[in-house]
């Protein structure tokens, strides 16, 4: 089976344009998480979504939003770029339906915001 | 709300040696725990995993943990390190509804000769 997908694997853009990230999940998974990994906060969780509803929410600001769509491949959207949204933004798939279940990772897109 | 310590930053080992890494989490119920370990540019695998049962769980690469409730630890150990675990480990916690993880803030492991 192939893994979690990211794509693109690397991204440059300038403070103030937006962006958007897409993740492919292993096939059969219904869930797709996204996090956002930097050095100073280190793994934080963004959102999660399950059958094309998202069911979960950080703390994070509105300018982060994302989607899934019937196929269960979902985007992540940040808009209105800040260098502090300079980081490595990572992909997770899960097979669950209500329960919590272990999560497989993609290889992240590293966004630099100049 | 729920949270992950790692008490050590930073771990160096020499070849051959065992290995703990700590982990402490808070949550009002019964966890469900994971360690995952992230070479670097690369995502996050996952090494083992506690859901319920017995309390010590073996995973990949010779990685065994141990889950304590009385002192809501769930440590990782490997009783001979090999060069090629150097990485950074992640503890986390999950709920019993969603995939909303809390990671801990990570240990990198180094691995001398």
């Known amino acids: 089976k192939a893994g979690v997908t990211q794509t693109p694997r690397y991204l440059i853009k300038t403070r103030g344009q937006q962006v958007t990230l897409s993740c492919s999940p292993i096939s059969g998974h219904r869930s797709v998480s996204w996090y956002q990994q930097t050095p100073g906060q280190g793994l934080q969780f963004l959102f999660e979504y399950f059958s094309e509803t998202q069911r979960n929410k950080g703390n994070f600001p509105g300018r982060f939003s994302g989607r899934q769509f019937s196929n269960s491949r979902s985007e992540m959207n940040v808009s209105t770029l800040e260098l502090g949204d300079s980081a490595l933004y990572l992909c997770?798939?899960?097979?669950?339906?209500?329960?919590?279940?272990?999560?497989?990772f993609g290889p992240g897109t590293r966004l630099t915001v100049t | 709300a729920q949270s992950v310590t790692q008490p050590d930053i930073h771990i160096t080992v020499s070849e051959g040696a065992s290995l703990e890494l700590r982990c402490n989490y808070s949550y009002g119920a019964t966890p469900y725990l994971f360690w995952y370990v992230q070479s670097p540019g690369q995502g996050l695998q996952l090494l083992l995993k506690y859901f319920s049962g017995d309390t010590l769980v073996q995973g990949i690469k010779g990685f065994e943990a141990e889950f304590k409730r009385s002192q809501s630890s769930f440590n990782l150990r490997k009783p001979s390190v090999h060069w090629s675990d150097a990485a950074e480990y992640f503890c986390a916690v999950g709920h019993n509804y969603g995939q909303n993880f809390v990671f801990g803030p990570g240990t990198r492991l180094s691995v001398l000769p």
């Open positions: 997770a798939s899960s097979a669950s339906g209500t329960e919590t279940f272990e999560q497989y």
